[in-house]
């Protein structure tokens, strides 16, 4: 690819603008934690993985930046840091978890006999740029692991972006598409347009077009009729968070695309990096749902839509329970039900 989702250069966190796109490929450049957390509250950059990766670079920038003369002035930097990015996006469980994984790597380098400041914030930078390196190499493997469930010619519904764009590289359920394609099979995708911030339409129709892989974009309503006139062979997302049981908190409108497919006995998959697995969540119903601003939904590209005064819901997540899921793929293989016990294995089997 030719472009990155983001990336560390000269001491500051670079972001590709995913407001801007199609229109507009600009990077931000965000040299402060402050405008880092504001960048993944404002969706410059979005998507779990993508935002987990983005959560480790702040807190490589928080150190780097860190005027402490001890390490214990840092670690209080460094947890006030932490607390602010976990403000960001509640849903997205990557976030914690890339999280929990840079302060074990702090805690880690501080306990070294010649550590200091400075060895720790070098330390820091190093384990981001691994978790957004690692990120990549386990959407290919994920990739591969579904592939052998989209067969020669099939036709692919997908909601939200699910791509390179939202991961550090290559993508979760487009990572599927694209070793399908790669595996030599004939792949077209369609693309709910993913009201209100249209990251189907924007993002997805974006990367694809720019693979050469064939993409037609639709209203999100439209899905349901396509799958009852047999356009649509199989549908992939992905996934924010999927709980002990196999619920799946994605994007809005997941769900009902779920029991579209499930209605017209179409396979409904989902694919997640490990790290999306939250077992310490036991269902769906303990799964945080972000509520985001009322302009989201009262204005298409800078026009009011809502009369003022009318007030709007924006719930940015929904839930899809388990036993609409045909099967969840990760890197380490494909969970299918019951999934309390097929998620559990694979976040024991031992890693590669």
């Excluded at 386990?138 to 067969?151: F, H, N, T």
């Excluded at 020669?152 to 939202?166: E, I, K, S, W």
């Excluded at 099967?327 to 031992?350: F, K, M, Q, V």
Aim: proline share 5%; hydrophobic share 50%.
């Amino acid at each position: 690819m030719s472009w990155r989702t983001l990336r560390w250069h000269d001491g500051a966190v670079l972001l590709l603008d995913q407001r801007a796109l199609p229109e507009r490929e600009q990077e931000l450049a965000c040299r402060t934690l402050e405008e880092l957390a504001r960048a993944i509250e404002q969706l410059v950059v979005r998507g779990a993985p993508a935002i987990g990766c983005a959560a480790a670079y702040g807190i490589a920038l928080a150190a780097q930046r860190s005027q402490a003369r001890s390490l214990a002035a840092l670690a209080r930097e460094l947890a006030d840091a932490r607390a602010r990015l976990l403000r960001t996006r509640p849903t997205a469980v990557n976030l914690a978890w890339a999280l929990a994984r840079m302060q074990r790597c702090e805690e880690e380098a501080a306990r070294g006999r010649e550590a200091s400041v400075a060895s720790v914030a070098s330390a820091l930078l190093a384990a981001a740029h691994a978790l957004a390196a690692e990120d990549e190499r386990i959407c290919r493997a994920l990739g591969r692991a579904g592939a052998e469930l989209v067969p020669d010619g099939a036709r692919v519904l997908t909601h939200c972006n699910a791509g390179a764009l939202a991961t550090a590289g290559y993508g979760t359920a487009l990572g599927v598409v694209r070793a399908a394609v790669e595996a030599g099979r004939r792949v077209s995708v369609l693309a709910d347009e993913t009201r209100p911030f249209l990251q189907g339409a924007r993002l997805t129709a974006w990367e694809l077009q720019r693979d050469g892989i064939p993409v037609t974009v639709i209203a999100d309503a439209m899905a349901a009729h396509l799958m009852r006139t047999r356009e649509i062979d199989l549908a992939i997302v992905g996934a924010d968070r999927v709980a002990a049981n196999g619920d799946v908190a994605n994007k809005i409108g997941t769900y009902a695309v779920a029991l579209a497919a499930r209605a017209h006995g179409i396979p409904f998959y989902v694919a997640a990096p490990l790290s999306t697995l939250d077992p310490a969540t036991p269902s769906g119903a303990g799964i945080p749902i972000e509520e985001r601003g009322r302009d989201e939904i009262a204005r298409i590209a800078g026009r009011v839509v809502v009369p003022d005064g009318v007030p709007v819901r924006h719930p940015a997540f929904d839930v899809t329970p388990a036993e609409l899921v045909t099967a969840i793929i990760t890197e380490a293989g494909i969970a299918r039900a019951p999934y309390a016990e097929s998620l559990a294995g694979l976040l024991r089997a031992p890693r590669a």
